[in-house]
């Protein structure tokens, strides 16, 4: 159960700091962690078919995909501003 | 017996994924055909529930509450009917708008294909599970054909129904979670009893969320900001679609839900609000049809001014006696189809005289009464269902509503449906005289092909047709 | 309150946040972080009210597998339309939110 | 403005926060017990685990329209109009240390994915693991430089990506010739299912990746 709330509360904290962090790339990168948690998430909820999914597609997939957008993002703005 | 149920699911995901790996050519040959099959397979099932009254079907042979089951009564035939009829004849527009834009046409029929699946599926489905998983089909489908043409307009218009059809369908999908955790179901069949025998109050919130849901997805006022931007923004034949039917299916499940699931909790109160909301609908969108520069524009504000008289519907049904509730009844699916069959018009024609003026500003059209009278001829037949004027479709559903306001003394409904109907006969007579000026000698004008006016003809006078033979219609749906 | 519910509460919140976040950051990526985040609080209530009397319910993780491939499905069109949206006008906004000094994004 | 817009659409997200778990805290027991119907009904379903029986047999239709949304969201990627660079595009970082990692990791993770498919009839796993597994394998030869960004896909790539779907819903209809649409019988149901999957796996696998492969070059050029 410590276990339980632990989890929970850094569940919580990853997705307010992920929603409302300045910086675009770090947000990213807490969604991803979030995603990584909620993958622990599962497991404690006896779902290991979704833990692996969201281990998978939830943090790695949409995480890369993310990822690569905050990229592309930076490589517009320094064309933009030299 | 041959059951048309499973086939009229099965036909569009076929031709959809095959139409993607063979290309546009043959793949738009193919959806003709199959579209053509699709429409008996919809009249089929049609007979078989007047004859037989409602049907059901489980996938897989287990039955629910394990299993998912189809479910066809006289709603969901009459929805099957309207959009197979719609869909034929903007086929053949499609064909002919499309017509240099290989690319555009290579990903619109795939897109139509999984949009069409998803409202078969939608209309069909008895398991509010499944009913979430066609919601996001057809809604992504829905934004993949606005932002087919691409330019930074129908992007943008893209993104924001993008956004607010994932907001609905999230609203929806933790209603059904809620009623899962409940009731440990998530059938129709087996939810209905359980919540005429005991809702709690997670119930009521649950059917809150799923409405609210899908009130943002039918563009209700005041959640129509997306409509009008992605109705006039997307290509023709597209606009026509999305206009005519897609906000159609989440109207549909709101009926479903409201008059079936969740008839035992509903208020006269929430029925008054939502007819509230309906009536802002329809003053708000008629103004703003009238103030619109840009054809399309106007033609997308008269989808959500229209949208208000189906809205009508719950107050003038809800709580009332049998008699008033069955008049307001069949006047709101009335209203659904006439609609739809005006609505697929009037978006039609409007980008045929695009496409023949090669303006898209309501000042640009003069001339189009001699130029294309045929098309004209079809935005004004769609423009009296519109209007709500005999002897169209129109007509019928805002004189069975009017009944219905009338014999439970609602009176205040009736100024809003006289006072839109106003309007709505000035934006429409706005274009019209538009069309009727003469043009000016310099402006260029394009010869259009018989493809791209007949269809709308054919599908205006449906909807004056309607007004005679709406009987039959309302016969289907008393089958169930 | 077994542990299931406290995941279930979890995903209450997390469902409330994603839905401030969607409606409220006017960047695009935040608004798809945003709605993720909610997908994941609805997938664990639709879990954690199902299995609140402790014993495992194949049918709502079944429907989990299924969301969240429809929720990647999702996203991914989404960031298509809001790449396409940087490279016109030069920022993943939409026009109406444009305005608003005190957003916090880059 | 704005500010009023942030304060009342945070006070309304709290309070239907909190009416949302108080409300979860107080639900009566659930009349359906869905759990105990498929513990009944597994042994007919062609598969061991619970979660796969649900997925591809109890309620395989919506999988079967889940495959179609997710072919649906690459196709309306690809439908976007834009003008793919004409040189293809590979990270200009891809160093001769990955290449190598990656050239050993691939095939093994075409071995996990394999496993994780067969696994699934017994235990967690299945289609929808092992097509990531592959999408990964893809994105990771991308990033190595090895795997260039996908254009418009050829025909062959179409095919691939349809399999899945194309053999889902033949599989529904061949079924119905003796039956209803996607009932097994039950001595073929175990194969049926593994061939779905099977070939579900290779195109949830180029689906997934082609999201990656077409989006990470799919800059509008001026």
Same mark, same amino acid.
């Given at each position: 159960?410590?276990?339980?709330?632990?989890?929970?509360?850094?569940?919580?904290?990853?997705?307010?700091?992920?929603?409302?962090?300045?910086?675009?790339?770090?947000?990213?990168?807490?969604?991803?962690?979030?995603?990584?948690?909620?993958?622990?998430?599962?497991?404690?909820?006896?779902?290991?078919?979704?833990?692996?999914?969201?281990?998978?597609?939830?943090?790695?997939?949409?995480?890369?995909?993310?990822?690569?957008?905050?990229?592309?993002?930076?490589?517009?703005?320094?064309?933009?501003?030299? | 017996?041959?059951?048309?149920?499973?086939?009229?699911?099965?036909?569009?995901?076929?031709?959809?994924?095959?139409?993607?790996?063979?290309?546009?050519?043959?793949?738009?040959?193919?959806?003709?055909?199959?579209?053509?099959?699709?429409?008996?397979?919809?009249?089929?099932?049609?007979?078989?529930?007047?004859?037989?009254?409602?049907?059901?079907?489980?996938?897989?042979?287990?039955?629910?509450?394990?299993?998912?089951?189809?479910?066809?009564?006289?709603?969901?035939?009459?929805?099957?009917?309207?959009?197979?009829?719609?869909?034929?004849?903007?086929?053949?527009?499609?064909?002919?708008?499309?017509?240099?834009?290989?690319?555009?046409?290579?990903?619109?029929?795939?897109?139509?294909?999984?949009?069409?699946?998803?409202?078969?599926?939608?209309?069909?489905?008895?398991?509010?599970?499944?009913?979430?998983?066609?919601?996001?089909?057809?809604?992504?489908?829905?934004?993949?054909?606005?932002?087919?043409?691409?330019?930074?307009?129908?992007?943008?218009?893209?993104?924001?129904?993008?956004?607010?059809?994932?907001?609905?369908?999230?609203?929806?999908?933790?209603?059904?979670?809620?009623?899962?955790?409940?009731?440990?179901?998530?059938?129709?069949?087996? *939810?209905?009893?359980?919540?005429?025998?005991?809702?709690?109050?997670?119930?009521?919130?649950?059917?809150?969320?799923?409405?609210?849901?899908?009130?943002?997805?039918?563009?209700?006022?005041?959640?129509?900001?997306?409509?009008?931007?992605?109705?006039?923004?997307?290509?023709?034949?597209?606009?026509?679609?999305?206009?005519?039917? =897609? $906000?159609?299916?989440?109207?549909?499940?709101?009926?479903?839900?409201?008059?079936?699931?969740?008839?035992?909790?509903?208020?006269?109160?929430?029925?008054?609000?939502?007819?509230?909301?309906?009536?802002?609908? $329809?003053?708000?969108?008629?103004?703003? #049809?009238?103030?619109?520069?840009? *054809?399309?524009?106007?033609?997308?504000?008269?989808?959500?001014?229209?949208?208000?008289?189906?809205? *009508?519907?719950?107050?003038?049904?809800?709580?009332?006696?049998?008699?008033?509730?069955?008049?307001?009844?069949?006047?709101?699916?009335?209203?659904?189809?006439?609609?739809?069959?005006?609505?697929?018009?009037?978006?039609?024609?409007?980008?045929?005289?695009?496409?023949?003026?090669?303006?898209?500003?309501?000042?640009?059209?003069?001339?189009?009464?001699?130029?294309?009278?045929?098309?004209?001829?079809?935005?004004?037949?769609?423009?009296?269902?519109?209007?709500?004027?005999?002897?169209?479709?129109?007509?019928? #559903?805002?004189?069975?509503?009017?009944?219905?306001?009338?014999?439970?003394?609602?009176?205040?409904?009736?100024?809003?449906?006289?006072?839109?109907?106003?309007?709505?006969?000035?934006?429409?007579?706005?274009?019209?005289?538009?069309?009727?000026?003469? =043009?000016?000698?310099?402006?260029?004008?394009?010869?259009?092909?018989?493809? *791209?006016?007949?269809?709308?003809?054919?599908?205006?006078?449906?909807?004056?047709?309607?007004?005679?033979?709406?009987?039959?219609?309302?016969?289907?749906?008393?089958?169930? | 309150?077994?542990?299931?519910?406290?995941?279930?509460?979890?995903?209450?919140?997390?469902?409330?946040?994603?839905?401030?976040?969607?409606?409220?950051?006017?960047?695009?990526?935040?608004?798809?972080?945003?709605?993720?985040?909610?997908?994941?609080?609805?997938?664990?209530?639709?879990?954690?009210?199902?299995?609140?009397?402790?014993?495992?319910?194949?049918?709502?993780?079944?429907?989990?597998?299924?969301?969240?491939?429809?929720?990647?499905?999702?996203?991914?069109?989404?960031?298509?339309?809001?790449?396409?949206?940087?490279?016109?006008?030069?920022?993943?906004?939409?026009?109406?939110?444009?305005?608003?000094?005190?957003?916090?994004?880059? | 403005?704005?500010?009023?817009?942030?304060? !009342?659409?945070?006070?309304?997200?709290?309070?239907?926060?909190?009416?949302?778990?108080?409300?979860?805290?107080?639900?009566?027991?659930?009349?359906?017990?869905?759990?105990?119907?498929?513990?009944?009904?597994?042994?007919?379903?062609?598969?061991?685990?619970?979660?796969?029986?649900?997925?591809?047999?109890?309620?395989?239709?919506?999988?079967?329209?889940?495959?179609?949304?997710?072919?649906?969201?690459?196709?309306?990627? /690809?439908?976007?109009?834009?003008?793919?660079?004409?040189? &293809?595009?590979?990270?200009?970082?891809?160093?001769?240390?990955? &290449?190598?990692?990656?050239?050993?990791?691939?095939?093994?993770?075409?071995?996990?994915?394999? +496993?994780?498919?067969?696994?699934?009839?017994?235990?967690?796993?299945?289609?929808?693991?092992?097509?990531?597994?592959?999408?990964?394998?893809?994105?990771?030869?991308?990033?190595?430089? /090895?795997?260039?960004?996908?254009?418009?896909?050829?025909?062959?790539?179409?095919?691939?990506?349809?399999?899945?779907?194309?053999?889902?819903?033949?599989?529904?209809?061949? /079924?119905?010739? &003796?039956? !209803? /649409?996607?009932? +097994?019988?039950?001595?073929?149901?175990?194969?049926?299912?593994?061939?779905?999957?099977?070939?579900? !796996?290779?195109?949830?696998?180029?689906?997934?990746?082609?999201?990656?492969?077409?989006?990470?070059?799919?800059?509008?050029?001026?």
């Amino acid at each position: 159960m410590i276990f339980d709330l632990l989890l929970v509360a850094a569940l919580l904290w990853s997705a307010v700091q992920a929603l409302t962090t300045p910086d675009l790339f770090r947000a990213v990168v807490l969604f991803i962690i979030f995603g990584l948690l909620m993958a622990l998430a599962w497991a404690r909820l006896d779902a290991p078919d979704i833990a692996l999914a969201e281990a998978a597609i939830g943090a790695g997939l949409t995480g890369a995909l993310l990822l690569d957008a905050v990229a592309h993002l930076h490589k517009k703005r320094r064309e933009q501003s030299p | 017996m041959f059951d048309p149920m499973p086939w009229l699911i099965l036909s569009p995901l076929i031709w959809a994924t095959l139409a993607f790996v063979h290309g546009p050519g043959r793949g738009g040959r193919l959806a003709v055909a199959c579209l053509i099959l699709q429409l008996s397979l919809a009249a089929i099932l049609a007979q078989q529930v007047i004859a037989g009254g409602v049907r059901m079907y489980a996938v897989g042979g287990w039955g629910a509450p394990l299993g998912i089951d189809l479910m066809a009564d006289g709603l969901s035939t009459v929805m099957l009917l309207l959009t197979q009829t719609i869909v034929l004849p903007l086929a053949f527009y499609a064909r002919a708008y499309f017509v240099g834009h290989a690319n555009s046409l290579r990903y619109f029929w795939p897109l139509t294909g999984y949009l069409l699946a998803a409202m078969n599926a939608l209309f069909l489905s008895s398991d509010v599970f499944n009913i979430y998983v066609t919601l996001e089909l057809l809604g992504l489908a829905a934004v993949g054909l606005v932002a087919l043409v691409g330019g930074a307009g129908p992007i943008t218009a893209a993104m924001r129904y993008l956004l607010a059809t994932l907001l609905g369908s999230s609203a929806y999908l933790l209603g059904v979670a809620l009623l899962y955790g409940v009731y440990g179901s998530v059938s129709l069949v087996a *939810l209905k009893p359980l919540i005429a025998a005991d809702a709690p109050a997670t119930v009521s919130l649950a059917a809150a969320l799923m409405l609210l849901g899908l009130m943002l997805k039918t563009a209700l006022f005041p959640f129509h900001f997306w409509l009008p931007p992605a109705h006039g923004g997307a290509p023709a034949p597209v606009s026509a679609l999305l206009s005519a039917l =897609v $906000i159609k299916a989440s109207f549909y499940l709101i009926l479903r839900l409201w008059f079936d699931l969740f008839a035992p909790i509903v208020s006269i109160t929430a029925a008054q609000l939502l007819g509230a909301l309906g009536a802002g609908a $329809i003053l708000w969108g008629s103004f703003l #049809a009238l103030r619109q520069t840009h *054809l399309k524009m106007l033609v997308a504000y008269s989808t959500v001014a229209q949208v208000g008289y189906l809205f *009508l519907l719950f107050p003038l049904a809800t709580g009332m006696s049998a008699e008033v509730a069955e008049s307001a009844w069949q006047g709101g699916v009335l209203q659904v189809v006439a609609h739809g069959l005006a609505k697929a018009a009037m978006f039609a024609a409007a980008g045929a005289m695009i496409t023949a003026t090669g303006r898209d500003e309501i000042s640009g059209i003069a001339g189009v009464a001699t130029r294309i009278p045929l098309t004209l001829f079809a935005f004004a037949l769609a423009g009296v269902t519109i209007m709500g004027l005999p002897p169209s479709g129109g007509f019928a #559903a805002k004189w069975l509503l009017l009944g219905a306001a009338l014999a439970s003394e609602q009176w205040w409904w009736i100024v809003v449906m006289v006072v839109g109907g106003l309007l709505s006969a000035a934006y429409v007579f706005k274009v019209l005289r538009q069309a009727f000026l003469p =043009v000016e000698e310099t402006a260029s004008f394009q010869l259009l092909p018989r493809m *791209l006016e007949w269809p709308i003809l054919l599908l205006a006078l449906a909807s004056l047709v309607l007004g005679l033979v709406g009987i039959e219609v309302l016969s289907l749906l008393g089958a169930a | 309150m077994s542990s299931a519910l406290v995941y279930a509460l979890t995903g209450a919140a997390l469902f409330v946040l994603g839905m401030a976040g969607l409606i409220l950051q006017p960047h695009l990526l935040r608004k798809i972080l945003a709605f993720n985040i909610m997908g994941s609080g609805i997938f664990l209530m639709l879990v954690g009210v199902a299995q609140r009397a402790g014993t495992p319910d194949p049918v709502p993780q079944a429907m989990v597998l299924t969301g969240i491939v429809v929720a990647i499905a999702a996203t991914a069109l989404a960031l298509a339309l809001a790449r396409q949206l940087l490279d016109m006008n030069g920022e993943m906004r939409l026009p109406e939110e444009k305005t608003g000094k005190d957003r916090l994004d880059v | 403005m704005r500010t009023l817009l942030n304060v !009342t659409v945070l006070f309304l997200a709290s309070a239907f926060g909190l009416a949302l778990g108080w409300l979860i805290l107080d639900l009566p027991v659930a009349a359906v017990r869905l759990p105990e119907q498929v513990t009944a009904q597994l042994e007919m379903s062609g598969v061991v685990h619970p979660v796969t029986a649900v997925l591809l047999n109890f309620r395989g239709y919506d999988t079967l329209l889940e495959i179609a949304v997710l072919l649906l969201a690459l196709l309306g990627i /690809l439908a976007l109009p834009r003008h793919v660079s004409d040189h &293809q595009h590979r990270p200009s970082s891809a160093n001769p240390v990955l &290449q190598t990692l990656t050239r050993v990791l691939a095939p093994l993770m075409l071995l996990v994915a394999g +496993y994780v498919l067969w696994a699934g009839a017994h235990r967690p796993g299945g289609a929808f693991q092992a097509g990531a597994v592959l999408a990964g394998a893809g994105v990771l030869l991308h990033l190595a430089g /090895l795997l260039p960004a996908w254009a418009t896909p050829g025909r062959t790539l179409r095919a691939g990506l349809a399999v899945g779907l194309l053999v889902f819903i033949a599989v529904a209809v061949a /079924l119905m010739a &003796q039956g !209803t /649409l996607l009932q +097994y019988p039950l001595s073929w149901a175990g194969a049926l299912i593994l061939m779905i999957e099977a070939s579900l !796996t290779l195109s949830l696998g180029l689906i997934l990746a082609g999201l990656y492969l077409v989006l990470t070059d799919s800059g509008v050029q001026k």
